[in-house]
């Protein structure tokens, strides 16, 4: 069955959704995982049967985020990468207790500086050979083939973001699945944020 054209207002929520919704989540999510983890104590190992699950639902997701480039590729191979420029901090306290809660960062993710807060390294993205081999300007994980990393490993915000010129190819299929996939991926991270005080009240 041939791919149904995508409408101007899909287009625009799913947009709405990967840009400014997104941030809010994130910068909500990233600061009161943060806060709640200081205020109620413990250790993101008391949460593992929780944070596999979450885990598993962010990896799935990422996935299918990740089948959209088989349309937008040659729209981001144009524009080269641009979303992957800087060496930003782009995992948030979610993406390392979903990842490896043995070694959070207490610190919630700087906003694009990495020069107001303190940082643990945290590998692949500070791994040093990456940072040596990436070209001037971009993350470490770039090259002109794109990203070294699997897509269920990058950071949620590298596969939630897109731009008006990613959107632009998608069919009302992939725009359907997008917007359904950025939904479920700002659930994962919201729930990840409140686990300490789920943890508190119970
Ligand atoms: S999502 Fe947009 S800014 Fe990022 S690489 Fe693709 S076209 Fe460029
Ligand atoms: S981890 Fe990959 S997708 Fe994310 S910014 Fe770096 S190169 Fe881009």
Redesign the pocket.
Known sequence: MAARRRSALQAATFLTLARPVFRAVDFHASYSAAYRARRHGGDWSEHAEHLRELDLRRRALQSEMAALQAT?GA??A???????TEERFRDSIVDRVLRDRSQPNPAPRSLRSKTREEHTDYPPLRDPAATLSAPPDYCPNCTPEGCTLPAEDRPIQCLA??????VEPLSAEECEAGIRALKGLMSVMIETAALPRRAARA
């Open positions: 937008h729209a981001c144009e524009c080269r990468g641009g979303c992957c973001y897109h731009c008006k010129a990613s």
